[in-house]
């Protein structure tokens, strides 16, 4: 394909592919355990890195990356503090991250001309530097998920039972809150922090409700979340269309047009299995029949 002969597009579909893999399998884990807005939040979080990273003339990637994180471990100390109404941390967390990004972007009106880039992403433009963090972020994510991928399992479904069973669940989970603040900063050159929840949560949405156990939701996650993103930047580079506004969409379409289908696949077996019910009657009282003209 022609634009795979430059180099920024192979990049792009290298870069898409890393975060996609890696951000659907997180997204997956975040709404088993009901924490689908902390991409949301931690993407709006390192938007205060980005800013500051700017304001100092630092490479706003690595400060956004370096605040995701540090946000991270902040809403897990939280949320420990209100166990009972645990989505207030996410409120929390979010108002310090916005209103640090506004002051700090008030205090240098040049900040505002480069953040398009991070509301709205720009994979197309990611450089050696991003691409290399992102290929750091799979590796780590990649070897965090296989080695607790047992204690991952039981801490999402019941946290007291595996506390119960002698599991460091406090140290798993502050480790997977800081991987998920190094995923979403390391996805905002993808689709921008505005999009950055999209990319995680709608192929983990389609994934948790059509598989039929949780290893074949991971495995179902990370193919949408591959085919939105390709199918993306392709559309993107033969539309002329922002990239991250182009992935999110698909992947929003790829979301509806399965739930569709598997709504139409239930009528279809409902309507099938009361036909065969309606079937053995009539047939047990037509042999009844046949067996009384016999006699």
């Known amino acids: 394909m022609e634009m795979l002969h430059y180099d920024f597009m192979q990049r792009a579909f290298c870069a898409g ?17 009901r924490q689908a807005l902390m991409a949301d939040m931690l993407s709006h979080v390192s938007l205060a890195g980005v800013a500051g990273g700017a304001y100092l003339n630092i490479n706003p990637t690595l400060t956004g990356f370096v ?22 941390s996410v409120a929390i967390i979010m108002v310090g ?28 433009a990611v450089n050696e530097t991003e691409l290399l963090l992102m290929f750091v972020v799979a590796i780590i994510g990649g070897i965090f998920f296989y080695l607790f991928r047992r204690p991952l ?15 460091p669940v406090k140290w798993i989970s502050l480790g ?38 949780f290893t074949s939701a991971l495995f179902i996650a990370m193919s949408i979340g591959l085919l939105g993103v390709v199918s993306g930047l392709t559309a993107s580079y033969q539309l002329s269309t922002p990239p991250g506004g182009t992935i999110a969409l698909l992947l929003l379409f790829i979301l509806i ?36 003209n016999k006699l």
Not at 97 to 121: E, H, R, W
């Open 257 to 292: 047009t399965g739930l569709g289908l598997k709504k139409v696949v239930l009528i279809f077996s409902k309507s099938k299995a009361k036909n065969a019910a309606d079937t053995i009657p009539r047939l047990s009282k037509e042999t009844t029949i046949s067996s009384f």
């Open 153 to 167: 399992y039981q801490i999402t479904f019941d946290e007291d039972t595996a506390k119960t069973n002698g599991l």
């Open 176 to 213: 997977f809150s800081v991987l998920t603040g190094m995923i979403v900063s390391a996805a905002m050159p993808i689709v921008g922090v505005l999009l950055v929840s999209a990319l995680i949560v709608l192929p983990a949405a389609l994934a948790i409700r059509i598989a039929p156990s």
């Open 17 to 33: 592919g890393l975060i996609a893999i890696m951000a659907s399998i997180l997204g997956v884990y975040l709404m088993l355990r």
């Open 97 to 124: 991250g916005l209103s640090t990004a506004v002051i700090i972007m008030s205090l240098k009106q040049s900040i505002n001309k480069g953040f398009s880039a991070y509301l709205f992403g720009s994979v197309v």
């Open 67 to 88: 605040v995701a994180t540090l946000g991270a471990i902040a809403v897990e100390y939280v949320r420990r503090s209100y166990k009972t109404y645990s989505e207030i």
